[in-house]
């Protein structure tokens, strides 16, 4: 079983009096939280609290761009070309950052939200530009994609990624996440055992096939209404099992000196 792994999991989204999600509850219990940006969610006084919360809780904080959808959670289709999507991306990730900076919060990745991460896992051209948009503004923050053949062939461009499953979200036959409009409360020890899966290197999909999966963070959403029982259940599950989390940043630089081991001993292997 795989022996390290991010948890994260959605935050600020909650948007004037409309309140949505547990933050205080929610962001202790993983490594790393992704902060709506204003579009889908989310609004400056939010953006704010959600990023103290996590930094007194010494939880990594990112960025959850979405579509500018707030009628529809930004959970609903638009078409953007590469350009517009990275535009769009940097355009919040800006807005996140500038009051990170005031709060002395280091913004540590970015995860598109909902439709738009939707985007990014159907179009190779769209998350590549997504992510070299914001490596180009960020040198070395990561962009977050769904674990599959697009987070591989972003990640072969030199973009940095970091390789994501869900624990409360079920999958296609193909490896696609099947998004729910409106979150329902969710068993937290089936979660939990799926959160298990994926370390395992694979998870069942609604059809009962074996769908691989080689992730390097694994996420909870926020607006789910009992999604600090399945936070807790989900890190509990990992821990007993003898697994580290760490935050994103953690998780790849081990991924990194361990790919460079394994080519170091096939180097050295004999002919």
Same mark, same amino acid.
């Given at each position: 079983m795989q022996e390290l792994v991010d948890l994260n999991a959605d935050a600020g989204e909650s948007f004037g009096r409309w309140k949505l999600g547990d933050d205080e509850r929610v962001i202790p219990l993983v490594t790393s939280v992704n902060i709506a940006c204003g579009w889908h969610a989310g609004d400056p006084a939010t953006m704010r609290e959600s &990023?103290? =919360?996590?930094?007194? @809780?010494?939880?990594?904080?990112?960025?959850?761009?979405?579509?500018?959808?707030?009628?529809?959670?930004?959970?609903?289709? &638009? *078409?953007?070309?590469? $350009?517009? *999507?990275?535009?769009?991306?940097?355009?919040?990730?800006? *807005?996140?950052?500038? &009051? +990170?900076?005031?709060?002395?919060?280091?913004?540590?990745?970015?995860?598109?939200?909902?439709?738009?991460?939707?985007?990014?896992? $159907?179009?190779?051209?769209?998350?590549? @530009?997504?992510?070299?948009?914001?490596?180009?503004?960020?040198?070395?923050?990561? #962009? #977050?994609?769904?674990?599959?053949?697009?987070?591989?062939?972003? *990640?072969?461009?030199? #973009?940095?990624?970091? $390789?994501?499953?869900?624990?409360?979200?079920?999958?296609?036959?193909?490896?696609? =996440? =099947? =998004?729910?409009?409106?979150?329902?409360?969710?068993?937290? $020890?089936?979660?939990?055992?799926?959160?298990? +899966?994926?370390?395992?290197?694979? #998870?069942?999909?609604v059809r009962g096939g074996e769908v691989p999966v080689a992730a390097d963070s694994i996420c909870l959403h926020g607006d789910r209404p009992n999604a600090a029982e399945v936070a807790r259940a989900v890190r509990d599950a990992l821990t007993a099992e003898g697994v580290r989390l760490a935050p994103m940043r953690e998780v790849l630089a081990a991924r990194g000196a361990g790919a460079a081991t394994e080519a170091g001993r096939s180097a050295t292997a004999p002919a």
């Amino acid at each position: 079983m795989q022996e390290l792994v991010d948890l994260n999991a959605d935050a600020g989204e909650s948007f004037g009096r409309w309140k949505l999600g547990d933050d205080e509850r929610v962001i202790p219990l993983v490594t790393s939280v992704n902060i709506a940006c204003g579009w889908h969610a989310g609004d400056p006084a939010t953006m704010r609290e959600s &990023l103290r =919360i996590a930094r007194d @809780a010494g939880v990594a904080a990112g960025a959850h761009p979405g579509f500018p959808d707030l009628t529809g959670f930004g959970r609903r289709a &638009l *078409a953007m070309s590469p $350009r517009e *999507a990275a535009d769009a991306c940097l355009y919040q990730f800006g *807005a996140l950052r500038a &009051l +990170a900076d005031e709060l002395g919060v280091p913004i540590t990745h970015v995860k598109p939200h909902g439709a738009f991460y939707g985007l990014t896992s $159907r179009e190779p051209e769209v998350a590549a @530009a997504v992510g070299e948009a914001v490596a180009a503004a960020a040198p070395g923050v990561p #962009v #977050v994609l769904l674990a599959g053949p697009t987070a591989d062939r972003v *990640a072969e461009r030199g #973009v940095p990624v970091v $390789r994501e499953a869900f624990a409360d979200l079920d999958y296609d036959e193909t490896g696609r =996440i =099947i =998004i729910e409009p409106n979150p329902v409360a969710k068993d937290p $020890r089936a979660c939990a055992e799926q959160a298990l +899966a994926v370390l395992r290197g694979a #998870v069942t999909s609604v059809r009962g096939g074996e769908v691989p999966v080689a992730a390097d963070s694994i996420c909870l959403h926020g607006d789910r209404p009992n999604a600090a029982e399945v936070a807790r259940a989900v890190r509990d599950a990992l821990t007993a099992e003898g697994v580290r989390l760490a935050p994103m940043r953690e998780v790849l630089a081990a991924r990194g000196a361990g790919a460079a081991t394994e080519a170091g001993r096939s180097a050295t292997a004999p002919a």
